[in-house]
């Protein structure tokens, strides 16, 4: 029997390397170019591909390793898939691994934050399930407000009591990090603190991951981390060196089974921030700096570690330019269903061997259907 140990670090301060469980089985392979690369296509303006990011593995293993959630704002399809502004995510769309024509912006016509909650736990209330206004006698996450920034004993203002995706794992002897580019200290409540908002960082405001002495203590304050601001200049992004928590981890191997990686409010698409005229601009040269690093890291070329590339938001009931991204995915992949971002949070749970949360069960808990797409089935339409 593997024995996974973890050991958390003081906040604020870079996280220790972790152990890994095995993969339960060798994934079968095409046989590999020399190297694993993202081909930059000349002057042309053209986007880089993911020349190897997918298409690599004949088959998607039984269960994976580890899962990355990338999380950009406020875009619809079209304004990124085909665009002059967005050409390395149309190219990795496209050409290089795979995108649902029909994700659709249907969970919750709410903005960013209750949307963040909802995809890691299929409800955005504590009865667990789905609602634009807090029912009497509940408690939603409705809107873009601040939780408390200190939990009391047992409960913590501004936060929701239903459980998470990152309290699945904990449960499970598995591990998570939130990865905030530039929040000032683990598990930030600061909304805004420079480029960062905790707006878009789900984990703060479940409060089983933040009151002391239940349900493993205040795990947020451990395992959602920030790492450095990226640097981006108007054509090109580079990511910070030392200290940086995700280059780290993505260098030693020692990813967490899933990783929820929130780039900053310039870098995410959200705000258009100067040298930049387009905000899916910078997003775009964000994605191309970064991907390289998790495609070739140990974790990825492995092939039990999977990429989902995802947007919150566009306009309500409209596509998103949502991608994935993992070795058995074929490149090309154009996927015509409903889909939702809950069926990400069921597809992941499938995926790291955890059972389903309200929505992603098909049913909030009172019973209620939920959105359409909700239950798509990830790991068959995109043969992961």
Not at 149 to 167: D, K, M, N, V, Y
Not at 186 to 198: K, L
Not at 199 to 206: D, E, G, I, R, V
Not at 260 to 283: Q, R
């Amino acid at each position: 029997m593997a024995i996974l140990m973890v050991v958390l670090p003081a906040a604020g301060a870079p996280h220790a390397p972790r152990a890994v469980l095995p993969s339960p089985r060798a994934v079968p392979r095409f046989p590999p170019p020399p190297r694993a690369i993202l081909h930059a296509i000349g002057r042309s303006g053209t986007a880089a591909v993911a020349a190897d990011a997918c298409g690599t593995a004949i088959a998607p293993p039984s269960q994976y390793q580890h899962v990355i959630w990338i999380w950009f704002e406020n875009k619809t399809l079209p304004s990124v898939i085909g665009t002059s502004e967005a050409p390395f995510m149309t190219q990795l769309a496209k050409q290089g691994c795979g995108y649902g024509s029909r994700w659709l912006d249907d969970v919750l016509n709410l903005p960013s934050e209750p949307n963040y909650v909802a995809a890691a736990a299929g409800a955005n209330c504590d009865s667990g399930t789905l609602h634009t206004q807090t029912p009497v006698g509940d408690r939603c996450v409705t809107g873009d407000g601040a939780p408390a920034s200190t939990c009391l004993s047992t409960t913590c203002q501004g936060t929701i009591a239903t459980s998470s995706i990152f309290e699945q794992l904990q449960r499970a002897g598995a591990t998570w990090n939130v990865y905030a580019e530039s929040m000032s200290s683990n598990c930030s409540t600061a909304n805004p603190s420079g480029r960062y908002y905790v707006k878009h960082n789900p984990a703060p405001l479940f409060s089983h991951l933040r009151v002391k002495g239940r349900y493993q203590g205040n795990t947020c304050a451990a395992d959602d981390v920030p790492f450095a601001s990226t640097t981006c200049g108007g054509t090109s992004c580079l990511p910070a060196g030392p200290g940086n928590n995700l280059a780290n981890d993505l260098a030693r191997g020692s990813l967490p089974s899933l990783s929820v990686v929130v780039p900053n409010i310039c870098n995410d698409m959200h705000d258009t921030c100067s040298p930049y005229a387009s905000s899916a601009k910078n997003g775009d040269d964000w994605l191309r700096a970064w991907l390289p690093m998790i495609v070739e890291s140990q974790s990825y070329v492995t092939g039990t570690t999977a990429v989902f590339v995802l947007w919150d938001e566009g306009a309500f009931g409209a596509p998103l330019p949502n991608m994935v991204v993992a070795p058995s995915v074929r490149p090309g992949t154009v996927v015509g269903a409903t889909i939702n971002n809950i069926a990400v949070l069921r597809a992941t749970e499938d995926m790291l061997g955890l059972p389903h949360l309200n929505c992603a069960t098909g049913r909030q808990r009172n019973g209620a259907a939920c959105p359409a797409g909700s239950t798509a089935d990830l790991r068959k339409l995109f043969g992961i």
